[in-house]
């Protein structure tokens, strides 16, 4: 795959038009490197000038300054500012909502100033400007449901772009009751996926995935890692992994491009 770093680009005295942020599930998870690999195949596919940092990312430090260790928030995010203002960057987009929210809306009172947009909102851009075209029939007559990430949908106020995406797919978007400002986390925001479940009757993962199965969908759509991971946990819980895919928007379009 054509992933070029911005050190590689430096070195040939250009610059990319926008920083792919890959962040940690997208770079070491199994599952996640699925939905960086699509997002990259979207951007060769639409002749996006991009690059990503490789080796030189480190963590944002959001599940630290979710957890409450702010030290090592700032540790993190400083360090990540000091290398994204030595490279000039500019324009950021990733595949992450926590990433997103974290570079966009917090390393600015730090120093790090940088216009951020999830990959839903390039994706869309990149239909409208006809820089990719999408067929749509894998997915014609299936019935698909969205789930709207925290950090994406009430933190940042994307509602929109990833449903326009989908859109282009010729299935049959269902809603669920808890959507959009109303829907309910998948469970794994704020640090709580990195511990154990506290005492109650059911966990949230497992209460969001029902309120999805309830639609019948063939198709639970997602754009976020974390919010992928706990309702495929919630899928196979529900023993329902022969019926229902869980995919990420960019896995979606990459496979009808």
Known sequence: MNVPTMAELAAQGKK??????V?????YDDRAKKITRAFVKILNEAKVNFAVLGSEESCTGDPAKRAGNEMLFQMQALTNIEILNAYEVKKI???????MNTIGNEY???????????????????IEEGKITIEGGSYKGKRISYHDPCYLGRSNDIYEAPRMVLHQLD???VEAENSRSKSTCCGAGGAQMFKDAEKGSMEV???RTGELVELKPQVIATACA?????????????NKEDQIEVLDVAELIAKDL
């Open 108 to 126: 600015p009172e730090l120093g790090g100033n940088y216009e951020v947009i999830h990959h839903t909102q390039l994706i869309n851009s990149l």
């Open 205 to 207: 993962f497992e209460k």
């Open 93 to 99: 987009v990733t595949t992450c909502p926590h990433c």
């Open 16 to 21: 990319p038009d926008i920083l792919f942020w």
């Open 23 to 27: 962040g940690c599930a997208g770079s």
């Open 171 to 173: 299935g049959e978007l």
């Open 226 to 238: 974390f919010c992928n991971t706990m309702l495929t946990d919630g899928i196979k819980g529900e």
